[in-house]
């Protein structure tokens, strides 16, 4: 399987492409979620985040993926916690990302959620 992340900063690509409103990207905040895979909102943990948008959601469930060959594709600095999360999810099996997101990645959090 290839999946992307999502991030749910300000600019998120999920609202720009209304994926997402801006009062349900608020309650993803709220709820603690930090980034998405598979149209799954994850908390900074790896969790999924306690939300009805995670139910809602069409295709595969993270248990889906499980024990899977999950390749993530992703990149940009702004995106480093959405990676991290969905890293510590321990859905992935390998991870594509260039070298600057990849040493923020490697930081401490900078989520304050």
Do not use: W
Request: aromatic share 2%; charged share 20%; with cysteine.
């Amino acid at each position: 399987c290839v999946v992307g992340i999502g991030e749910l900063g300000p600019q998120t690509q999920l609202q720009r492409s209304h994926s997402v409103t801006l009062e349900e990207r608020s309650l993803l905040v709220r709820a603690g979620a930090v980034g998405e895979i598979a149209g799954r909102f994850l908390t900074a943990s790896g969790a999924l985040a306690d939300t009805d948008m995670n139910e809602r959601a069409v295709g595969v469930s993270l248990d889906d993926l499980q024990g899977r060959e999950v390749l993530a594709v992703a990149g940009g600095l702004y995106k480093a916690d959405a990676i991290r999360a969905v890293l510590a999810s321990g859905v992935l099996s390998a991870l594509i990302v260039d070298e600057a997101t990849a040493e923020r990645v490697l930081r401490p959090s900078t989520a304050a959620r």
